[in-house]
């Protein structure tokens, strides 16, 4: 199971962001969430999922923005499953509780750690995903529109309709956004965080 805690960033000076986020999550990734997202205390909530590869979408969602530290764990869940997360015990909790702490120290705000390494040691997972956002911090305003309309649109043809630009130039912000390095990462990455959750490699 995966444990996904989130630590509102500068809380004491801005907004509580809590309810809106949230809200948001349960609207994108609603399906995919066992339990939660719960407000455990303050300006933290946090999350239960099943599927490895949901686990990491909701973190790179939440990391996009800036505005959140991400802890995640990942081990056994108490079962049966409680009402809300807030509920919840079991190693992948208080393992999601240290990574988040962990993750309070780290340049892109997020941690990771797991029950058991098995074959795939957690430090490598850690590093590989780390190596993810650094590429996913440089990227550009542009970059991200073309992200953003990409999964709208589905072609790049159909988004420099959109923005009223040739496809060549499309092409060339989807190039240096590092759009494809992203879309086959993914699917790896994923199955090393699967792999850490007891999955075969």
């Known amino acids: 199971m995966f444990v996904l805690t989130a630590d509102q960033i500068g809380s004491r000076s801005s907004a509580d962001l809590v309810p809106a986020v949230e809200a948001d999550l349960r609207g994108r990734f609603g399906a995919a969430l066992l339990l939660g997202p719960d407000r455990t205390a303050g300006d933290e909530f946090e999350m239960v999922l099943e599927q490895a590869e949901s686990a990491l979408r909701v973190a790179l969602h939440l990391l996009r923005t800036r505005r959140w530290t991400v802890g995640l764990g990942i081990g056994a869940v108490g079962t049966p499953l409680p009402a809300t997360a807030r509920e ?51 990227r550009s305003a542009e970059g991200w529109e073309v992200v953003d309309l990409l999964a709208e649109e589905r072609s790049q ?16 912000r989807a190039r240096a956004a590092g759009i494809r390095e992203e879309q086959e990462a993914l699917p790896a990455l994923a199955a090393l965080l699967a792999a850490l959750d007891g999955a075969p490699v």
């Open 157 to 172: 043809a159909a988004v420099a309709a959109r923005l009223g630009v040739t496809p060549q130039a499309v092409s060339l």
């Open 88 to 138: 919840g015990a079991g190693p992948a909790f208080v393992l999601a509780r240290g990574a988040i702490e962990q993750a309070k120290r780290r340049p892109h705000r997020f941690a990771l750690a797991a029950e058991a390494d098995g074959l795939v040691p957690a430090s490598g997972v850690q590093a590989l995903t780390e190596l993810l956002l650094d590429l996913r911090d440089r």
